[in-house]
């Protein structure tokens, strides 16, 4: 075999394995294509899904929807069954149009107090020391009143006290007392963050400014309210 042969024999061979790369490459490409032609069903989001809502409120009040769209347009941790959804809380915003992905949705952990506001629930964290706060007793979950006492006129000496709102949840219970003891000194500062609704927020507020408050433990089961009355140095004289 002559040399220029040889060389002629090596180029066909060349030839023909780039043009069968070049088949390999072209088929697998109009595979791909088709593939990512296919049509697939993703859920979206039938109107805004506002953070904190619960994966079973999601589905219970038709949040979703499903649509079909080309599998490339698929983002990326798509959900496409609602049972995904469940013991999962929306971490983020999810609008109008939006395909709902895992991004969007976590533990209640993850959320933290978050979770725990729905509708016109607000959550607000007041100061002061230990006796007020009830550090030491209070713990997460429990359920406070909110007694305050003030003067009238403001800077007056005629002091009323009342309750004014009713049955908060504890979100964030103080820290125990250095010692560990229930009861602490009054110039050490706590903080509890409790949940209202914004009407009882306005109450609360303005008495934190112009009053002052402590906290009364509610029992854990079967609570009951007095009426509703305001007790100054008339009423505790006319008390038995």
Known sequence: MTYRVRNIGIAVILAAVAGLLTIFYVANYKRHVQHGQKSVSVLVAARDIPAGTTGQEVVEQHYLRTETVLRRTVVPGAISSSSQL??????????????????????????????????????????????????????????????????????????????????LLVLTAPETPEGGGKLGSTSQNFDVQLRATDQQMQKIYFARENAELTLLLRPPADAQNSPRSVDDWRTLLRTR
């Open 86 to 167: 469940n013991s999962l809380v929306v971490t983020q915003p999810v609008f109008q149009g939006e395909q709902v992905t895992t991004r969007s949705f976590g533990t209640q952990s993850e959320l933290g107090i978050r979770a725990q506001l729905r509708g016109t629930e607000r959550a607000i964290q007041l100061p002061g020391d230990a006796n007020e706060l009830l550090a030491g007793t209070l713990k997460d979950g429990d359920h406070v009143d909110v007694l305050a006492t003030w003067t009238t006129p403001e800077g007056g000496s005629h002091h009323s006290s009342k309750v004014i709102v009713r049955n």
